[in-house]
């Protein structure tokens, strides 16, 4: 019977200590979790540049509202350097190595350790591993600047004053041959890679004197392809968003571009202080001014008022003025109209810089107007006093 309790308790014993080493076990676990997660959330940037005379080398975080530097280190005697980034996104985000006055992007995800070397000029001779969306950007990048040195170098021979008109019809021609090889190449590495972050850079990146990537209207496909494969790799990247509200206002620029009837300009219709939808077309027939303008601007009352003479001189004639105001506060704009007691159409679609009317338009600085006959052609652009009068009597 003793040797019975013996054996029991002895079992008892061991059963504990089993129990108490599990414990210690998950404590350990989840301790190594911990620690592993923690390490995770960084990046590692390391390497070495060599053949220039800089010594400081930058990393700089870059969004969409600003970009800030977050860290920063002197080369060794060797060139080489490290940095490191302490909390990365698990998507891949976009960052600046800067580097005597150049910047390489990177596309950098928490958990990476990423090694860069460069000699010489950075820009063009750097390779990069480690980073698989890096990578991809290096290879966009290599061909792409490459391409827009060689095109910048053929604009400085073309403006060159020791040349003939033979020379620069060569050279015009070779810019034309240069710059559609770079543009297809940019287009098919969109496509091609399309689930990458790598594309989204891609698609914002101009050759000298483009604002389009390729041909405007159609460009929308390029940026629907993209948020496509991104919503695919990447739902829950940041950038998701903004290619979403990127393509709701190509969408909106292009319904605009549709609408243009029996007018030669593009249409506007958008609600005014009372929520009453007032339209451009239904004007035709009468000299317009199509106005651009914000209250937030400093000499907005003095040009309201001259503007408020010239209204008052030719109303009746057949003048009219319709001006949108760029603004995303009701009540800014309602009150300034009120203020001044503004007498003509007076609309906006309270979308400040993002109304798809400013591409419409090509509207790029405010004030802005355009004067537009009785056949509905516009015929002056940002006419200003005295030269806005001549042209309204003129059209009169």
Known sequence: MLRYFQKVAIFVFYKKLIERMKRVYFVITALILAFTSCQNSKVNISGRFVGSEADMVYLEQTSTLEQKLIDSVKLADDGSFSLKLEEASKTPALYNIIFNGDRVPLLLTAGENVTINAAGNILR?????GSVESELLHAFNKEYVDGVIKLNNILSKYTALDINKEQQLELAKEYTQLRNAVKRSQLRFIVENKENIAAVYALYQ???????????????????????????SYPESPYLPILRSQIARMDAQLSLLSQMKTVNFPEISMPDMYGNKQSLSSLNGKVILLHFWSATVGNANAMNADL??????????????????????????????????????????????????????????????FLIDRSGNIVGKNLMGDELETQIKKLI
């Open 125 to 129: 001779n750097y390779t990069v591993s």
């Open 206 to 232: 101009r050759l000298p004197n483009d604002q389009n990537l390729f041909n405007g209207d159609t460009d929308v496909i390029y940026y629907r392809t993209v948020a496509e494969g991104i919503e695919q």
């Open 308 to 369: 408020k003479e010239i209204y008052a001189k030719y109303k009746e004639q057949g003048f009219e003025i319709f001006q949108v105001a760029v603004d995303t506060s009701k009540a800014l704009w309602i009150n300034a109209v009120q203020e001044q007691k503004l007498p003509w159409i007076s609309v906006s679609d309270l979308l400040g810089e993002a109304s798809p009317t400013l591409g419409a338009y090509n509207i790029t600085n405010l004030p802005a107007n």
